[in-house]
């Protein structure tokens, strides 16, 4: 093919045949014609380096295992968001959200973190005073989800939300106590054995911890020692603890209102049940945030605007078992899982948070 293009432009029989000139100027065509298709041959796609030089953008995102582990919404979540933007998400898991936090603090500006998922209420001062976090200027449309002021943020983005209880398998514990004090009230009876989250690494366990001192704020101390009767291990987080109780170590576990939807819906298992009380319910709402040294700050920011979309928070509630903040056609087991009676205590300071912990020390040691 390139012999017969070089013989059709130097043939002066075919093309100008009276110009000597243009018999010249086609043997320079002609010459740098030849190196053109000898580089094709070396190289048939010679852009094609050029695009796979191209780096993709990633964005990497602390959360806890139990969000990015195969059963969480992190996998489809990256999955549907990576095929819209063209980039990649890279998971750092830990056990908690807390020990998440912990860690953003303590590598600071030299955090590889461009987002931090699952902080909750409990901690929100606390990652409010680090000063390592950016504005992500997203507003939630109107819906069911509707907590005090006092829980929005400029800074951090509520995705989900549940209620806070105990979770029982009616085959082993038939008849439970029927609020908290006839838990108090079993004594050492440990056939109604319970596990529940260290509150110093575990955001349910603070949770519980901040839960019974609105239900007993003068007598605290004392209800935390007869509680602490009936424990037989405080977790470093929420997976380990549940495993112990699916692994029947327990009787009851410290969890989600919404926990055993997960059994119904997914395994057909229905004596699985959620604690119902007669005492008022506490919630606990988990956030993300953008971190301020982000690489990727837009990027970063259209990830926590998916996060919110309905395609995500679907995901969030049929894989975290939460609750959405925006308004998702759900499955009716959470409509009837909501509870009635809802408490709403201020957001904490660090030093009262400091002081809960402490109260709990003093009773569990």
């Known amino acids: 093919m390139l012999k017969k293009l070089i ?22 065509l002609a010459t740098y014609l030849g190196l053109f298709f000898a580089l094709l041959v070396i190289n048939p796609s010679p852009l094609k380096g050029a695009a796979s030089d191209i780096k993709i953008k ?16 992190g996998p489809k979540i990256k999955d549907l968001f990576e095929k ?27 955090t590889s973190a461009d987002i931090i998922l699952g902080i909750d209420n409990h901690l929100l001062q606390k990652a409010n005073q680090t000063h390592l976090f950016s504005p992500h200027n997203i507003s939630l449309p109107l819906s069911d989800f509707n907590p005090p002021d006092d829980y929005f943020s400029d800074l951090f983005l509520p995705f989900d939300y549940g209620w806070f209880t105990f979770v029982y398998s009616n085959k082993t514990l038939p008849n439970p106590p029927k609020n908290f004090a006839e ?38 101390g004392q209800v935390l020692k007869k509680i602490d009767q009936q424990v037989i291990s405080y977790p470093k987080g929420w997976s380990q603890a549940y495993q112990m109780f699916l692994a029947g170590e327990a009787k009851m576990v410290f969890s989600y209102i919404t926990s055993p939807i997960y059994h119904q819906l ?33 990027l970063a920011k259209e990830f926590l605007k998916f996060l919110v979309s309905e395609p995500a ?25 909501k509870p009635k009676n809802i408490i709403w205590p201020k957001v904490l300071t660090q030093q009262e948070y400091k002081k809960l912990i402490g109260q709990w020390l003093n009773a569990t040691n």
């Open 266 to 298: 997914m395994e057909k298992r229905f004596d699985i049940k959620p604690w119902v009380s007669g005492d008022d319910y506490y919630m606990q709402i988990e956030y993300a945030a953008i971190l301020k040294t982000s690489k990727q700050p837009k």
């Open 7 to 28: 013989t059709l432009i130097l043939d002066p029989t075919i093309h100008h045949k009276k110009s000597a000139l243009t018999k010249e100027y086609a043997k320079i």
């Open 183 to 220: 838990l108090l009230n079993i004594g050492n009876n440990k056939s109604r054995s319970l596990v529940i989250q260290d509150p110093r690494t575990s955001s349910p366990g603070l949770g519980f911890l901040v839960w019974l001192s609105t239900l007993y704020p003068n007598n605290l």
């Open 58 to 73: 990633t964005i990497t995102i602390y959360t806890y295992d139990s969000f990015s582990g195969p059963y969480g919404a």
């Open 313 to 337: 928070q679907k995901l969030i509630a049929t894989t975290q078992w939460m609750y959405p903040v925006i308004n998702v056609p759900l499955p009716k087991a959470f409509g009837l899982a």
């Open 84 to 110: 819209s933007c063209n980039c990649k998400i890279k998971y750092l898991s830990l056990s908690d959200a807390n020990l998440i936090l912990s860690k953003i603090i303590l590598e600071n500006k030299k």
